[in-house]
């Protein structure tokens, strides 16, 4: 009775089942196992890329706003005011920020712009123009902070005295966004060397294109770039009070300490103070959220068909092998080490998936992303993937696939003995 209690004890059944899993495995074509692992494999991809990726396309326009538009820190206009109150007084402070890297002072305004203002055109009809917004700066400072210089696509960069020149962002230019909509216009036959009139209010001014930016940063893709003097010119500003102050830490710095220097040295008293999630717009982190949803979606229906594909595979498995179970029952071998033995062989095909998947993303898919993102018409998207993260959907994959070892092995298994090994 004893010895009965020590064979049917939980741990013998484990090293029962684990020794029939092993030989099992041993005796298994190489072919039919390795397209499991495969399967496995590619499933674990599909939980971590598909999720990864769509939630990586907003991710990376989330970092080139950070990167080149806002950076970690933005100073910007109370809700009620026009511009940054005492803006030199400002940027002074800013410059003794613990950690301070760069910053890039910005004036920004509404303007129309023109190509065709010199031609006559009938009655009734529309010139070739396009409402863009006026993007003031000071070209070194700039150039410092977020290298627009590598952005522009034909041309050159402006100069600190190109007073009569400007870099136009590509969302303007028909050749670019080729869109004819009622309230939408892009302007047509503009390229580097053209004239255009931009007006501002009662201001107006020509100018030669000097370059084309295209950027994938709004900011810089539908605006007209000029020198700030200029801007400050067209947009009537008599004084020095700019629109956006985007400030840059060195690495390890927290942005949170800078924002809490910024607003103890009184800078909160002229102008709102925002890290830079505190800057991204909720709609923006809304349609990330989704993306995150859809692609966890996705990947789960990846891990039904997994969970399917394990189910099929242990079911016809235990089937075939029903009068080899039968006998093992026969000769005493407790009928849930039978069991999990199939659900060691489905654990080990789901790890040797999840270490292959492991090896896949981190040391070949991430890095590959991370060197050259997915060119997405609005952004460069990147792979977002962690160690923490997928270990999490390993876990949920192994769970899931031991759950789908368990259940065609259990009907097998529950036959009656001498039927099974009878084969009936």
Request: aromatic fraction near 10%; proline fraction near 4%.
């Amino acid at each position: 009775m004893i010895e009965k209690k020590a064979q049917n004890s939980f741990s013998k059944n484990v090293s029962v089942g684990w020794f029939l899993a092993r030989r099992e495995l041993r005796r298994a074509n190489v072919w039919t196992t390795s397209l499991i692992v495969l399967v496995m494999t590619l499933t674990f991809l599909n939980l971590i890329v598909v999720s990864g990726i769509l939630e990586g396309l907003f991710q990376g326009s989330e970092d080139a706003q950070k990167k080149y538009a806002i950076g970690d820190i933005v100073i910007s206009p109370f809700l009620n005011r026009a511009s940054i109150l005492q803006t030199p007084e400002v940027v002074k402070i800013v410059k003794t920020i613990p950690g301070y890297k760069n910053h890039a002072v910005r004036y920004t305004g509404g303007a129309r712009v023109e190509s065709n203002y010199r031609e006559t055109i009938a009655p009734g009809e529309k010139r070739d123009g396009a409402g863009a917004s006026v993007l003031g700066i000071d070209p070194i400072a700039e150039e410092r902070f977020s290298g627009i210089s590598k952005f522009v696509i034909r041309g050159s960069y402006l100069s600190p005295n190109d007073g009569d020149s400007i870099l136009i962002g590509k969302n303007l230019l028909y050749e670019f966004t080729p869109i004819e909509a009622p309230g939408f216009q892009t302007l047509k036959n503009v390229e580097v060397g053209s004239r255009v009139k931009v007006t501002a209010g009662e201001t107006e001014k020509e100018y030669f294109v000097k370059g084309i930016i295209s950027s994938k940063v709004d900011e810089f893709d539908t605006s007209l770039v000029m020198i700030e003097s200029e801007a400050r010119h067209l947009l009537n500003r008599t004084d020095l009070d700019a629109n956006t102050i985007a400030i840059q830490i060195l690495p390890g710095t927290d942005p949170f300490q800078a924002q809490k220097f910024l607003l103890d040295s009184g800078v909160g008293d002229y102008a709102r103070v925002q890290t830079a999630d505190e800057a991204f717009p909720k709609f923006l982190k809304d349609i990330k959220e989704t993306f995150r949803i859809l692609g966890t979606v996705i990947s789960g229906i990846g891990l039904v068909v997994a969970s399917i594909t394990i189910f099929i595979v242990i079911f016809v498995n235990a089937i075939t092998r029903r009068r080899f179970i039968g006998i093992l029952k026969g000769i005493g071998i407790n009928k849930k080490a039978i069991l999990y033995s199939y659900m060691y062989q489905a654990t080990i095909y789901a790890s040797l998936g999840i270490i292959f998947g492991m090896v896949l993303v981190f040391g070949l898919i991430k890095p590959y992303f991370a060197a050259n993102p997915i060119n997405f018409p609005f952004s460069d998207g990147i792979l977002v993937a962690t160690v923490p993260g997928a270990m999490s959907q390993a876990f949920i994959l192994l769970i899931t696939t031991m759950i789908a070892g368990y259940i065609p092995a259990n009907i097998v298994i529950k036959q009656n003995t001498l039927s099974a090994i009878l084969g009936r």
